[in-house]
């Protein structure tokens, strides 16, 4: 496959819960991910906003920008709304060669609540669904208009969450709204990473890669944990350490022709999962799995 590797600073710091990873410099994640021989790497809360600084710290190591999380407000207001807020992280992407914005719709999300079940999630009413589609499409449509495509991150805990969901979004909205494909989240929404690379091969824009312990998500299913717990006790791990069946996920997107980056994001307990032994295995993974 024609791709690229990029690792999310997740494995270092997490943006959700501040205290993992807090030690941790940004000058030693992106040391350890260049070391680790990853292309690039996603934004975390450590990294600067001004292109003017972040270009030349992430030429000094080598890497490039991979893309960076946007927190979409589509349920409370326009897409031109949205568009205008949308800028500074826009062009801050856009300056430094990125051409993907990761988005996700973050109205009433519990997945950054430690207190929050994860039953508690919210979900997108079907009276409103309509509404929210085509904002999503008129945003994605002006975004693509400036050379920059939305990838959507269906995530746990947000009203895209499940597969279900995931298929009406795709359905409901306009083609320029393309897909983040995360074998995790799919995974732990109870749906088959498998099956949606298949059926959204073709709008697939970014892939977050990270694996997981099918015994620790049944536990935490069943005691109805939160998101952020869930996370604290190890339901995500690296490709290849867990459940997901990598080699049928990517079938499809290599036979789609998919040139995108592969990225490993699998957020952890840094003093737990060592992050060099993590990113090393990691892109072990990956490139056995994109070369082979």
Known sequence: MNVRLGINPLTWSNDDLPRLGSDISLATCLAEASAAGYDGVELGHKFPRDPTI?????????????????????????????????????????????????CAEVTACTHSDPRAPLSARPVLPRSDSRLFYRRMSELATMMRDVGMRLAYHHHVGTIIQSGDDVDRLMAGCDDPVELLLDTGH??????????????????????????????????????D???????????????????????????????AGYTGWMVVEAEQDPTVADPVTCATSGHRALSRLTTG
């Open 54 to 102: 972040l270009g030349p710290l992430l030429a000094e190591h080598r890497l490039a920008l991979v893309s960076g999380w946007y927190s979409l407000r589509l349920m409370t207001r326009d897409a031109a709304a949205e568009f205008a807020a949308m800028q500074p992280h826009l062009h801050l992407l856009a300056a430094l060669g990125s051409d993907v914005m990761v």
């Open 186 to 223: 799919l995974t732990f929404g109870g749906a088959d990473p498998v099956a949606a690379a298949k059926d959204y091969a073709e709008r697939v824009a970014h892939v977050h890669c990270k694996d997981v312990r099918q015994g620790v998500l049944a536990t935490v299913l069943n005691e």
């Open 225 to 255: 944990a939160s998101f952020l717990d869930a996370v604290v006790r190890g339901v995500f791990t690296v490709p290849g350490d867990g459940c997901v069946d990598y080699p049928a996920v990517f079938e499809p997107l290599r036979q």
